[in-house]
């Protein structure tokens, strides 16, 4: 009978049931009264006592709301509040029996005068398997819905424990259900401990955010996987995941490709910053040995007789170190490893299996070492030879577990050996022009040593010079004395000035701070005011200027010049200022394009127009003739206008 005939049928019989006790008392369903003012059962029949299990006794010491559920009792109370007078009315609630057991029930209430109170008649059928039947179709429907969902769904209660799993968590684990009753879930899928650990407590944080996991599925196979958690009112913790290895390989891929390159960035930075062979190799093995995560890394570099050492080394604390460690391996004297020579590169996941030669064998557990990665540093023997020979080998070590390795992991080493080479290589040919620049510096050295003692020598000589001229000219001087005719003493103090000025630039060479520059400014001028001192003329009578650029004039050029200057300012006292005139002698010197251009002026009254000074008897015009031709390789040229200028040009030599 469904709910609604019950209803028809309980309102068809209110009457009956109050004016019959038989009917009351002996109807199937539970029925009950109780005082609407204080919800005190007043009756009973055998079917309520029957379902609920309390006695009428019982019953009538209790209220009504003493069998509802917490659940449902604020809505009872507010049904009966909100209910009229002698209108029936009827709702779903839960009932608890003595045993503690629910029940799902559904009541018809109607309003009654029993015993001269207030009271309401309560009709009660039991639907609880209704309802039953009715979660277990909506649980159907949901787990079907759940099995077509891509996504692993687990329900789990707090201890970890499985209750149910979706078909995509049994795909994907490729466990059953039912094979797990007798085992433990997160031990079956989590055999580390510490692994475990976080998964329960991420269970029971009941986090809904995601965290991944490395999940061992049934065959063994690591997985990974991405959870999230919901927490259900039961306290049953609902798991939602997906497998995501592909997308943690990608990453880890990309992670390894960009710990690479880091790597290689690293490495080549350093050879740019320093070309030292060894700081190079120890970040080169430090590097790698944290991004393989062995337990060393180690350059091993051969000698001409493949004996061999090593040369660098990053050991993990608590292993053993080969750096500074004498190895006598005799493997490779006896032919072992002819095929790095052509650049063969190993992957070694267990040293026992990999058909090593004993004595290699041997020297590996020597080292503790139980899988290894081996890869040739090989170095062009030259640009006309296209061969290559063995340097050395670039070996990670893996020493507490045999491992197998990927290949991405043996091309970074063979990409690394490929920038060790390179660096060997710029290395050496730094190391040959560090030799080159000592043996350069040591014949520098020598030279400037041998140098410093020409340059004494010429200092010497040039001072020898100048004494020797000094003596001539003390020898005119004394002479001069002893001498009557003025014009005979006159040519005397010209050739001692002549001779003054030649001894003026020794004097400057010898005293100079390098020999091979010859001061033309502070020469011109001390020449210039020499001669003037000679002829007793002071800058009161004939004022000298000097307009002096500091060309540069190798010693052969200065005496020329010198000479010449000495005969021109002389030619000029003699006869521009006749009578005590006054005037001004000028000297200017500078180059022009390649050349140099001297000249010397006077304001006096000049050379007369009928004058050829170049066929003239002067010897001292014909002395400067000859200086500019012959010595200077020059021309000269004289103007007349407003006195007398002569302008020498000539060639600018280099110092000698």
Partial sequence: MNSFN??????????????DNFLFTHNPLPMWIYDTDNLQFLNVNEAAINKYAYSKTEFLQMKVTDIHSAEYRQQFLKNIATSQKNISFNSQCQHYCKDGKIINVEIFTHFIEYESKNAHLVYIKDITEDIETKLLEQN??????????PLMIALINTAGKLQWANQEWERVTNWNIQDLQSRDLLSELYPEPQDRQNA???????????????TQVRDGQIIDTSWTNIKLPNGQIMGIGQEITERKQIERTLKTQLEREQLIRTVMQRIHQSLNLQDILNTIVEEVRHLLQVE??????FAPDMSGKVVAESVEAGWTTSLDIQIEDTCFRDGAGVEYYQGRKRAIPNIYEAGLTPCHIKLLERFDVKANLIVPI??????????????????????VRFREWEENQLDLLDQLSVTIAIAIQQSTIFQQAQNELAERQKAELQLRSALAEKEVLLKEVHHRVKNNLQIVS????????TLKDPEVIKIFRESQNRIESICLIHKNLYTTQNIGQLD???YIQNLANNIMLSYRLGPESIELVTNIEAVSLNVDQAIACGLIINELISNSLKHAFPDGQKGTISIN????GGDIEMSVIDDGIGIPDDLDWNNTESLGLSLVSDLVTEQLEGSITLERHHGTMFKIQFPQLTLQ
């Fill in 6 to 19: 019950v209803k028809l049928d309980l309102t068809e019989n209110f009457n009956n049931c109050m004016n």
């Fill in 140 to 149: 159907e429907v949901l787990q079907s819905l759940l099995n077509q969902l």
């Fill in 200 to 214: 329960l407590d991420f269970i029971q944080s009941a986090k809904s955010s995601w965290a991944d996991f490395r």
């Fill in 296 to 301: 060393r890394v180690l350059v091993y570099q």
């Fill in 378 to 399: 090989l170095l062009e023997v030259g640009e006309d030879n296209p061969s290559s020979r063995l340097w050395g080998l670039l070996i990670a070590h893996q020493c």
């Fill in 474 to 481: 003390s020898l005119l001087q004394l002479q001069t004395h």
């Fill in 520 to 522: 033309v400014v502070d």
């Fill in 589 to 592: 010197l500078h180059t022009v």
